[in-house]
């Protein structure tokens, strides 16, 4: 069955460092794939989406996510995170039946400090 | 820009009384959602929707009940509130025939059950 796998539940960055979040998924084939952020008391807001194609995925704020199909995973990056980026990170995969629901993993918390 | 809107944004419900969540979306997608989201569990799909008179059961469908009404509205009812089922809800609104769609939430609803 389809799932994601996100390891870290809590990720604590220095303000401009680099930041790597990591997803893994299982999918029969090559899926879709989403990342989406929570900021405290919202609902989630899409960052990046990755179609069949590029592997590498260019989102807002300075994001982006690289798929590797070998590894079965869809890891984001970004090369200088702000205090805005303090926030949860979803990531995300089209699940089988219709409808198209999306399974999302459990969340990775990033938290900056100054 | 895409519009989900829930209400109400907090509720308090006593135990074994009925709690009726709102969903509005102005998108005029076919599809349409409700999620838990739970620390440790992530975003969990309770009920969702394939467009007016259709409800279908998630993964967790077990004490909720779900109404369609119109392509606008779709509603999530608990019959018998349990405090196990204290949780911020989610509903999503989605075109997603093909997966490769993102899906638009709302702020989310917190749920207490006393």
């Known amino acids: 069955a389809q799932s994601v796998t996100q390891p870290d539940a809590r990720v604590t960055v220095s303000e401009g460092a680099s930041l790597q979040l990591r997803c893994k998924y299982s999918?029969?084939?090559?899926?879709?794939l989403f990342w989406y952020v929570q900021y405290p008391r919202q609902g989630l807001q899409l960052l990046l989406k990755y179609y069949p194609g590029d592997p590498v995925v260019q989102g807002v704020n300075g994001f982006e996510a690289e798929f590797s199909k070998s590894n079965s995973s869809f890891h984001l990056r970004k090369a200088s995170v702000h205090w805005s980026d303090w926030a949860v990170y979803f990531c995300?995969?089209?699940?089988?039946?219709?409808?198209?629901?999306?399974?999302f993993g459990t969340g990775t918390t990033v938290s900056v400090s100054p | 820009e895409a519009a989900v809107t829930q209400s109400p944004r907090n509720k308090v419900a006593v135990t074994g009384g009925k709690v009726t969540l709102s969903c509005n979306q102005t998108n005029n997608h076919n599809n349409m959602y409700w999620y838990r989201q739970d620390t440790g569990h992530g975003l969990r799909l309770i009920h969702y929707s394939y467009g007016a008179g259709s409800t279908e059961k998630g993964d967790i469908p077990d004490g909720y009940k779900a109404s369609r009404p119109s392509q606008e509205n779709f509603s999530l009812i608990l019959e018998l509130a349990t405090p196990s089922q204290t949780s911020v809800y989610f509903c999503?609104?989605?075109?997603?025939?093909?997966?490769?769609?993102?899906?638009?939430f709302g702020k989310g609803t917190r749920l207490t059950v006393v």
């Open positions: 999918y029969f084939g090559t899926p879709y």
């Open positions: 995300a995969v089209p699940a089988y039946q219709g409808g198209r629901a999306l399974i």
């Open positions: 999503a609104s989605g075109d997603a025939r093909t997966g490769d769609t993102e899906v638009f």
